[in-house]
């Protein structure tokens, strides 16, 4: 009856932390001792009972305001003076504006909605098929999360007990410049040199404006991922900093905020954050029943009784985050996976650091496949092109994105590296 509450809910379309707890409360109410109800909100109170948890909607709050303070525009023609002239600059613009704007909001979605708005109009503009800039601009927005500040990056540090937040900050750098790298090659292979596609990315202001104009935003990231690095600051901290650097440049700098939209703003934020905390809440509670049977010890000992090598251990990991971000919302899969494979992965060799960014990495291509990838629908909402041709126009990037995981996952040097290098 449990499972049945749990995937009817699922089904049916109820959020994955109302079917859990759903699932959950049904299971504690008509159990045996020592299941009782009292377990659950007391349960729920310590997954949340964190102050590195702040840091989640405090950087949330930051990329709030700083997509309101205009910054959007800013970052493209940066990213316009860097590769626009180059063949399909406008389609290279998009991607490296991904990749700064990762360093800005973290979230796939935000880059998504933003940067879309965009480009999506301005490449169809320039001849490209509306479908493809859509699946351009959802691909390309799945580096925001891997490149650091990264929400999921926190989570994960929080999951998992003895993995440093430095360290997997500096982990994502590589793997989301690579990604970048991969998509620009494969985008400049295959889009065709016509009138519509020829090197000279958008308009917009001057080659020094813009590079003056993109200095501010981008030295957000450096100074927020550089005081962690330094031991300055804990994480936590950092956030607020972010915050209230993202507040000064919105309000007195650019401008671009009034103080009459800030309370739009908060609770904007606030909703958002609540989204991700519920579903944190709920997980903890579900595992404190795994752990108290003792699945994930089960798990570990059936994985290194069967599994005769780290190769085939994380091959199967792949495709296992590859078919659970089909249907989960990423941290939530994290959340319910990882107190379970990274034992496992320990036990196998594999580095704490280097299986948190392939989880990650792994988690956020989710975000691009159906049937329940949010940038996706984003993209989709912002193209209305159809979800099936829209669908059709992504699978490229998909591949391209899967290859990148697989070099990331059997040569791990790309992940470890710059941590290692800096002493971490």
């Known amino acids: ?14 959020p994955i932390a109302v079917a859990i707890l759903a699932a959950l409360l049904f299971f504690m109410g008509t159990g045996e001792a020592p299941y009782t109800l009292r377990i659950v909100p007391t349960e729920i109170f310590k997954g949340l009972n964190s102050f590195p948890l702040l840091a989640i909607p405090l950087f949330v709050l930051a990329g709030e305001l700083m997509n309101e303070s205009g910054i959007t525009g800013r970052i493209i023609a940066f990213a316009n003076v860097l590769v626009g002239r180059m063949r399909a600059g406008l389609a290279l613009v998009n991607i490296w504006a991904s990749v700064i704007f990762a360093g800005l909001s973290g979230s796939a979605v935000a880059d998504t909605s933003a940067i879309g708005r965009v480009f999506i109009p301005e490449m169809e503009k320039h001849g490209y098929d509306r479908a493809y800039a859509a699946a351009l601009t959802a691909a390309s927005s799945v580096i925001g999360p891997i490149i650091p500040p990264s929400i999921p990056v926190i989570i994960y540090a929080l999951i998992v007990s003895g993995v440093s937040v430095p360290a997997l900050f500096l982990a994502g750098v590589v793997p989301g410049i690579l990604l970048a790298i991969f998509l620009s090659g494969y985008v400049m292979m295959t889009v065709k040199v016509d009138k519509g596609h020829e090197a000279g990315g958008i308009g917009g202001p001057s080659k020094g404006q813009a590079l003056l104009q993109g200095i501010l935003p981008l030295l957000m990231p450096v100074l927020v991922v550089g005081s962690i690095l330094l031991g300055i600051v804990t994480p936590t901290e950092a956030a607020s900093f972010a915050v209230g650097y993202a507040l000064i440049l919105g309000l007195f700098v650019y401008r671009n905020i009034r103080l009459s939209a800030l309370p739009r703003i908060f609770s904007g934020a606030m909703r958002d954050s609540a989204v991700i905390l519920i579903i944190i809440a709920a997980v903890s509670a579900a595992n404190w029943l795994l752990t108290y049977n003792r699945v994930p010890n089960m798990l570990t000992d059936w994985v290194l009784a069967n599994v005769d090598s780290k190769t085939t251990f994380l091959i199967a990991v792949i495709i296992l985050f590859l078919f659970v971000g089909l249907f989960l919302e990423g941290i939530a899969a994290m959340l319910v996976l990882v107190p379970i494979l990274h034992p496992i992965a320990v036990s196998m060799g594999v580095d704490p650091t280097h299986f948190g960014i392939l989880v990650i990495f792994n988690l956020m291509i989710g975000l691009i496949t ?7 629908f984003v993209a989709e909402g912002v193209a209305n092109v159809g979800m099936a041709k829209l669908i059709r126009a992504i699978m490229p990037f998909f591949f391209v994105e899967v290859l990148v995981l697989i070099i990331l996952t059997f040569v791990p040097q790309t992940v470890i590296w710059l941590p290692r290098a800096l002493g971490y």
């Open 1 to 14: 009856m449990v499972y049945i509450i749990l995937i009817g809910g699922l089904l049916a379309g109820a």
């Open 370 to 376: 159906p049937p329940l990838g949010l940038c996706l």
